[in-house]
């Protein structure tokens, strides 16, 4: 039998027809017919209509995409108050009862003054147990306050008593670079592991991500040292198999040969032994044009090359597949070319006297809780 009869009225007759007034029918038809009838009073109009001409309800929530609740929910209501039944929206149940300030006030100081006796930190499950409130209450209440009990942010304050004289030397180049110089971030990304995995994994498809096998084989690493050319984003990038005075002094010839005679080179670098070793201050002393600018100690977040370290790691290193350490430094240095092709700069915007005046806020909040 074609699928259409399906929706043949005298196939569906297993439900005592709703009966009505002939006005009532005209109306309910008129309704259907007008294009400025709400919709929702159509669908409602033809429920009724259906209905009266015996069709299940089944049949009816079918032929109308609906549900068998909302076809009885409506002939009741027809039933019960006529066309006024069906042009009036359907009573809502009662509304979520709200929470009295106290309550939220004890919700929030519990989350950030008390600890569960068996965790570190609360989660909704456990406050909403504690407080009798369900857990969707207790993550409304987190969001609007802005509390996040299962975050937790690090950090480290920097000891070196030249902190601030360190910080107002760099965010000075930084801000207000010298002229007829170029202003190079530099520093080194130590131990660069070549890993293989052990399985090949499988690749990325409609529905499921890429795999990699937890386990890996090591096969080396390598050092690399990175110039970044902080008014261009360019980074000048070389790997050496040790991490010594004897590599960075190579490095440094590296970045006098490449950069143009006649410019100053600022350097940005932190206080690691191999910057000052004495072969190394020899050399410069012999260079005049390399000025240093050093970072105070615990700072590594002052050097914008850091930044561009991260970005290494996360898109080509982390999930990179390297069966030894050169094809580890050959994928490095693809990476710096295609970087430099289309180099984006750091801009930093922080003045040295908002870091300051943030550093000495922790400071007093650290000091305050021993």
């Not at 209501?77 to 979520?96: I, M, N, V």
């Not at 709200?98 to 570190?120: F, W």
């Not at 360019?234 to 950069?259: A, D, K, M, W």
Request: proline share 5%; charged share 25%.
């Amino acid at each position: 039998m074609p699928m259409d009869s399906c929706y043949n009225t005298s196939m569906w007759k297993t439900a005592d027809a709703l009966i009505m007034m002939e006005d009532q029918r005209r109306t309910l038809e008129a309704w259907v017919r007008a294009k400025k009838t709400p919709q929702r009073v159509v669908s409602r109009s033809r429920i009724c209509l259906l209905a009266t001409e015996g069709v299940s309800h089944n049949a009816i929530a079918k032929r109308l995409n609906t549900t068998r609740t909302t076809v009885l929910l409506w002939i009741k209501r027809f039933r019960e108050q006529g066309l006024t039944g069906l042009s009036k929206d359907a009573p809502h149940g009662p509304s979520k009862r709200r929470l009295d300030a106290e309550k939220v006030k004890a919700i929030v100081e519990a989350t950030l003054h008390t600890t569960p006796k068996d965790s570190t930190h609360w989660s909704t499950r456990t406050m909403a147990k504690v407080q009798g409130v369900s857990r969707s209450t207790i993550q409304r209440i987190w969001n609007s306050h802005g509390l996040q009990p299962h975050r937790v942010k690090t950090f480290k304050l920097s000891k070196d008593k030249r902190f601030e004289e360190k910080l107002t030397d760099v965010v000075g180049v930084y801000l207000n670079p010298p002229d007829k110089a170029v202003v190079l971030c530099v520093d080194e990304k130590t131990q660069v592991q070549a890993l293989d995995r052990t399985q090949p994994g499988l690749p990325m498809k409609k529905g499921r991500c890429g795999t990699m096998t937890h386990d890996y084989k090591r096969n080396g690493t390598t050092c690399l040292f990175a110039a970044m050319n902080v008014l261009e984003g360019t980074v000048l990038g070389s790997c050496y198999p040790r991490h010594r005075h004897i590599e960075f002094l190579q490095f440094l010839r590296t970045i006098n040969r490449e950069v143009p005679g006649g410019l100053d080179i600022h350097m940005i670098l932190d206080n690691y032994g191999t910057h000052g070793h004495p072969n190394v201050k020899a050399w410069l002393e012999k260079h005049p044009r390399f000025i240093l600018h050093f970072t105070p100690t615990s700072s590594s977040w002052l050097n914008l090359v850091e930044r561009w370290f991260g970005e290494i790691t996360r898109k080509r290193i982390r999930r990179g597949v390297f069966r030894s350490v050169t094809e580890l430094v050959v994928a490095i240095e693809e990476y710096i070319r295609y970087h430099n092709k289309d180099p984006k700069p750091f801009v930093w915007i922080k003045r040295a006297e908002d870091i300051v005046e943030k550093v000495t806020h922790c400071r007093a909040v650290v000091e305050s809780l021993h």
